[in-house]
Nanobody, 118 residues
Framework: VQLVESGGGLVQAGGSLRLSCAASGSTSSIHIMGWYRQAPGNQREFVAVITSGGGGTNYADSVRGRFTISRDNAKNTMYLQMNSLKPEDTAVYYC????????????WGQGTQVTVSS
């Protein structure tokens, strides 16, 4: 499975961005998709996750109410709508996809930079 993120960029505080993650390859092995981020000097942290049917979502406390995760299974694409962005949201955002049955595949995208200016 290959994951390609897009949609990152530079935005002012209070602005919005929408990230996309397009999956290709053996996507039938994917059950859960999510977004993670890593700021300079920090460890990669969880942002949001969504189940295969799209009915189950979860968010980090720091983004809940501002970010919305969604997926279009017909297009094998996941999205992250980010509103009310803050400078502390600045990071490289990574797409993750994984399966929940053996051999428990786990895939990462190359990341897309999001920079929020104050």
């Amino acid at each position: 499975v290959q994951l390609v993120e897009s949609g990152g960029g530079l935005v002012q505080a209070g602005g919005s961005l929408r990230l996309s993650c397009a999956a290709s390859g053996s996507t039938s092995s994917i059950h859960i998709m999510g977004w993670y981020r890593q700021a300079p000097g920090n460890q990669r942290e969880f942002v949001a996750v969504i189940t295969s049917g799209g009915g189950g979502t979860n968010y980090a406390d720091s983004v809940r109410g501002r970010f919305t995760i969604s997926r279009d299974n017909a297009k094998n694409t996941m999205y992250l709508q980010m509103n009310s962005l803050k400078p502390e949201d600045t990071a490289v955002y990574y797409c993750n996809a994984r399966g929940v049955i053996p051999p428990f595949p786990n895939y990462w995208g190359q990341g897309t930079q999001v920079t929020v200016s104050s």
